[in-house]
């Protein structure tokens, strides 16, 4: 791992993503994202930017 912090804010935000997606198709409730089609198609596109950051920080630069 040649970042750690980016790799973890990376997994942070693809889980946020994900959590965004299930409120978006109505899986979790009691939030005003909760059956809203934006957050169901939002919550896969920042999941799938959060997973992109955390294998750069995985990966690192090569030199």
Do not use: D, E
């Not at 965004?20 to 920042?46: C, D, E, H, Y």
């Amino acid at each position: 791992m040649r970042n750690p912090a980016l790799a973890a804010a990376g997994v942070v935000i693809a889980l946020l993503g994900i959590v965004f997606f299930l409120q978006g198709v109505g899986v979790l409730k009691g939030s005003s994202m909760s059956n809203t089609t934006t957050w169901s198609v939002a919550g896969p596109i920042i999941a799938l930017v959060g997973l992109a950051i955390a294998a750069a920080g995985f990966r690192g630069r090569s030199r």
